[in-house]
């Protein structure tokens, strides 16, 4: 069993930063098995892909809604994935999920992923 705990939510003002963080952990987890990933979901919309970011980190991808604001990392040492979010707009805001795929690839596919956290809350103001 893998739990996902997220954090670094928040308010803020349209063109402000957040950083988003996720610790893994786990009784027999490797971090750097995992494949991760961040998803996020609005009031009444389906939670939607953002970005991944492979086993070593060297793969990333992003949605097109955030290319160019929103940038992924991870440190398979301290078992945590980084979501850097700069330029921040209303339409931004959402609870924002972390998962993780084990032995995957980088996917934007939901339901290729085996763990999920609790998410958190960002919330944009214009």
């Known amino acids: 069993q893998v739990q996902l705990v997220e954090s670094g939510g928040g308010l803020v003002q349209a063109g402000g930063s957040l950083r988003l963080s996720c610790a893994a952990s786990?009784?027999?987890?490797?971090?750097?098995?995992?494949?991760m990933g961040w998803f996020r979901q609005a009031p009444g919309t389906e939670r939607e892909f953002v970005s991944t970011?492979?086993?070593?980190?060297?793969?990333?991808t992003y949605a097109d809604s955030v290319k160019g604001r929103f940038t992924i990392s991870r440190d398979n040492a301290k078992n945590t994935v980084y979501l850097q979010m700069n330029s921040l707009k209303p339409e931004d805001t959402a609870v924002y999920y972390c998962?993780?795929?084990?032995?995957?690839?980088?996917?934007?596919?939901?339901?290729?992923?085996?763990?999920w956290g609790q998410g958190t809350q960002v919330t944009v103001s214009s």
């Open positions: 970011i492979s086993r070593s980190g060297r793969t990333i």
């Open positions: 998962a993780a795929d084990l032995l995957g690839g980088v996917t934007t596919i939901r339901s290729e992923y085996d763990y």
């Open positions: 786990g009784r027999t987890f490797t971090f750097s098995d995992y494949a």
